[in-house]
């Protein structure tokens, strides 16, 4: 008989539950089978987030095949190729997968159990991916909460599971010939070549534990302190580890465990809580994608000007710090936690533009797109998601460039525009006095724009536009 391992953002060998199950359960005599199903509907061609997610699926097999494992390929409709793939193999009789608990991937585990158990096909699906599961996480009442402190609160209480070592197998995972595994590769092997990342992307299991130990080594207990500040660079970029599965969620925890309690360690821990939230929210409200959670917000009136929207995806807003931010995501496929939030409070509230625009921007862009965290992010900025803070929480850009990056380090880095511009003006340029502009040889308004919008007036008109809303 035939068992097949459904590989998705489950990209590792160790301490992947599926499977690690399949390798306990099955007899010598089966086949098995490693698969990954490429589904055209689920690619966001040209975009970071795809190149990223196919270099590092392309990185895996490379380490699966090492490792006398042949990853196979199935392309096209996932119902069509599956039932393609069951009449070539009628002894295919059991599939393991990782699920994926929200979302679009949400929707085909759901269409895809239906179908293996219509076809006598045996379902082992299992919670990998998040510390705890959607629905582990529950009030006394067993509601589901919806803000995060209460949340984590309990979650701290609930137990844990331990990272489990893969141990070596000796298991037998062959080629198999077969069309439908050759179309696959062909379309994989298509994708792979077009893949065009403009920056050093380094992938895999083995880089996934070097930046885990690092981390670890090098800022974990400042990271309290240490998160907030861009050009320090002190955060863990482990968001793309985890958005793959290249990294357990398990080993990462297994590690904080192993280190003395410390104000950075327990800030860390909060970070993954919310990771887990924002993952629980998105089960909870599944057309939060498109749909304010909160819906009295849901007639907001948001802008949708095109020009105001280029100038904030270039970088080219006049506020430094929010400039610097774009042109790190858009030099690098990631962005700075702190900034992620300036930008995103700036365009929705600066600019009032839609929120699922920039979210939408942010997927093309990230390399750690995360559908449940970006626009548990997106919607937290807007003031229409889960937090209890209210819609007057608006982020002056000018106080937070002068808080978060005060002599200007990380703005010069992204602006080299700016790059001689004195620590008194670099948060606010465009108040450089003539004289100065010429000495250093910039001209404000030209060489780097003035400021699209009068900062100091957005308050009132965010209230009342929020208001109208309320009303
Ligand atoms: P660290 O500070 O080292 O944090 C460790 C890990 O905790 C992260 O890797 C991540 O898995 C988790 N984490 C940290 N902060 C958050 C958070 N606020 N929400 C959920 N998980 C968190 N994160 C993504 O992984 N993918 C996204 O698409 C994404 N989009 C965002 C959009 C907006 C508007 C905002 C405000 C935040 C977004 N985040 C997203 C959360 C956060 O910015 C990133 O997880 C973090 O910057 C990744 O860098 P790091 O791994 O160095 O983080």
Not at 52 to 78: M, Q
Not at 91 to 104: A, M, P
Not at 201 to 221: D, P, R
Not at 431 to 438: D, F, S, T, V
Request: hydrophobic share 35%.
């Amino acid at each position: 008989s035939k068992t097949i391992m459904w590989f998705r953002k489950d990209l590792r060998l160790d301490d992947n539950t599926a499977f690690n199950k399949m390798l306990e359960d099955s007899h010598d005599t089966e086949e098995l089978i490693c698969l990954f199903q490429l589904n055209p509907l689920q690619f966001l061609e040209d975009s970071y987030n795809h190149d990223a997610f196919f270099y590092t699926l392309s990185t895996f097999y490379e380490h699966a095949k090492t490792n006398n494992i042949e990853l196979h390929f199935l392309y096209g409709n996932v119902e069509e190729k599956f039932a393609e793939l069951k009449n070539a193999f009628q002894d295919w009789n059991t599939v393991y997968f990782n699920k994926d608990e929200r979302g679009f991937g949400r929707e085909r585990d759901q269409i895809m159990t239906t179908f293996f158990e219509k076809n006598q096909i045996q379902v082992c699906s299992f919670q990998d991916s998040h510390i705890h599961g959607v629905e582990e996480i529950k009030k006394p009442t067993g509601e589901s909460y919806k803000v995060f402190t209460p949340y984590f609160r309990k979650w701290l209480t609930m137990p844990k599971r331990m990272y489990q070592r893969t141990t070596k197998n000796d298991r037998s995972f062959k080629k198999l010939k077969h069309p439908l595994f050759d179309e696959g590769k062909k379309h994989f092997n298509q994708i792979v070549e077009k893949i065009e990342l403009p920056f050093d992307y380094e992938c895999g299991e083995v880089a996934a534990e070097a930046y885990l130990k690092e981390f670890i080594k090098s800022h974990l207990h400042n990271y309290q302190k240490g998160r907030d500040y861009p050009f320090s660079n002190q955060t863990s970029k482990l968001s793309r580890f985890l958005r793959t599965g290249e990294l357990s969620i398990r080993k990462v925890w297994y590690a904080l465990n192993a280190e003395p309690d410390s104000d950075g360690r327990q800030t860390f821990i909060s970070e993954l809580c919310w990771r887990d939230f924002y993952n629980m929210i998105y089960f909870e409200n599944p057309k939060q994608k498109t749909q304010e959670i909160k819906e009295k917000y849901r007639q907001l009136q948001w802008s949708y000007n095109r020009e105001s929207f280029e100038r904030w995806k270039e970088g080219k807003t006049g506020f430094p710090i929010v400039d610097a931010g774009m042109r790190q995501l858009n030099q690098t496929g990631w962005m700075h936690n702190r900034l992620r939030m300036i930008v995103a409070s700036f365009l929705t509230k600066d600019l009032m533009i839609d929120w699922r625009m920039g979210e939408e921007y942010f997927q093309q862009k990230l390399i750690d797109y995360d559908a449940a965290s970006n626009i548990g992010g997106w919607q937290w900025a807007a003031s229409t998601g889960t937090d209890a803070v209210p819609y007057f929480r608006i982020f002056n850009p000018t106080t937070q460039s002068e808080k978060f990056d005060p002599h200007g380090e990380f703005i010069r880095q992204f602006i080299p525009e700016l790059k001689d511009v004195p620590n008194k003006y670099i948060h606010e340029p465009s108040k450089m006095p003539a004289e100065l502009q010429n000495a250093i040889n910039v001209s404000m308004g030209e060489d780097y724009p003035d400021p699209i919008v009068d900062h100091s007036k957005i308050r009132s008109e965010i209230l009342a536009f929020f208001k109208t809303a309320s009303s």
